[in-house]
């Protein structure tokens, strides 16, 4: 009996019954790339949808790279936790490491905040957050709008989004093409969680599974509060991508992934050129404590890999003669990179 009902909270434990449907969100993406082919002639040429940053050309060998995300049901539990600067820097995040994946500087940020009335005090902490991003990510602050919804927001409720935009050379565009079989995959450790996967997070931890409140301190934590441990904002790595193809020491990159929603191998493979994909060693790095809970809560290790980071939140995937240089350039800016896999065929 007692099996019958682990093996029935791990049923419960995925993300597609907290309320999100990764297999939906991609064909939607398919539902506007065929909306946009039909319609192809009636919009100015763009570099096409479904990367990490949209790309469009000026002229002059030069184009610019433009992004939107917000920071999803984490804002819920930033709100439980009383805890929300840090949801500001996770907004200029989701954007900038997306950003930087093409090889584009980040230019300057615009947020977008919607509630259905106005808390000052809150949303103070929030801008400061958005503004420590803007700090570490380089690109300057240009505006933004915040629209007070009554009616369309429960009393409290408010939500986030940031857009982004960056310029690069056409020639040092990466994209992806460049990638070949043998390629090394070198990842650079997040923070935690960041910010995706947080309705499943939600659901395993707080609302269902364990039932842990905010102020509680499991022992995968190492002393630290899950408020805090759920709470810590998504790191920002514009500084290591463009050190490392930025300027006449550029390395010879392959391809860069922010590790967001879908984790490691989905956001890695959408980098692939045909016939190539990810092979990932899961135990060549350490996870921090919170995916270890999210395990004895339920989430099993599939699960684990299709929703998370795990503890890895950007990658490079480089040629395997240039992983030496390119691990004593990331070690000399204060990195701890891990090589994490390999490119091959795909199966």
């Avoid at 040429?45 to 030069?62: A, K, P, Q, T």
């Avoid at 819920?76 to 950003?99: E, F, H, P, T, W």
Wanted: glycine share 16%; proline share 3%.
């Amino acid at each position: 009996m007692e099996e019958a009902l682990r093996e029935e909270q791990r049923a419960l434990m995925n993300y597609r019954d907290s309320g999100v449907d990764i297999a939906a969100g991609d064909a939607w993406i398919g539902v506007i790339k065929n909306a946009l082919a039909r319609r192809k002639g009636e919009l100015p040429e763009s570099g096409g949808i479904g990367g990490f940053s949209g790309l469009y050309s000026i002229g002059g060998g030069r184009s610019i790279a433009a992004c939107t995300d917000g920071v999803g049901t984490k804002l819920l539990l930033g709100k439980a936790a009383g805890i929300y600067r840090g949801l500001g820097q996770d907004l200029v995040a989701m954007s900038v490491n997306d950003l930087v994946t093409c090889g584009a500087s980040p230019l300057f940020f615009l947020d977008y905040i919607a509630c259905d009335k106005l808390d000052v005090t809150m949303m103070e902490d929030i801008m400061e957050g958005v503004i420590d991003g803007c700090a570490e990510g380089g690109c300057a602050l240009l505006g933004g709008e915040t629209a007070e919804l009554p009616g369309l927001y429960p009393s409290g409720g408010f939500d986030l989004a940031g857009f982004a935009v960056g310029i690069v050379d056409d020639a040092r565009i990466i994209d992806g093409s460049g990638i070949r079989e043998g390629d090394a995959i070198i990842g650079l450790g997040s923070s935690g969680v960041h910010s995706n996967g947080y309705s499943l997070v939600r659901r395993a931890l707080i609302d269902d599974g364990l039932k842990l409140p905010l102020d509680s301190m499991p022992d995968e934590l190492g002393g630290e509060t899950l408020g805090k441990a759920l709470m810590r904002p998504t790191r920002i790595y514009v500084r290591q991508a463009l050190a490392v193809t930025a300027g006449s020491a550029s390395l010879e990159v392959s391809g860069m992934a922010h590790i967001t929603g879908g984790g490691l191998e989905s956001n890695i493979n959408r980098l692939m050129p045909d016939g190539l994909a990810a092979r990932l060693d899961y135990d060549s790095w350490d996870r921090p404590g919170i995916f270890s809970l999210l395990s004895r809560a339920g989430v099993d290790e599939r699960e684990m890999r299709s929703v998370f980071n795990l503890g890895v939140g950007f990658v490079f995937v480089v040629p395997e003669k240039i992983t030496d240089g390119l691990m004593r350039l990331l070690g000399d800016i204060g990195e701890s990179p891990v090589t994490i896999g390999t490119v091959t065929r795909g199966l």
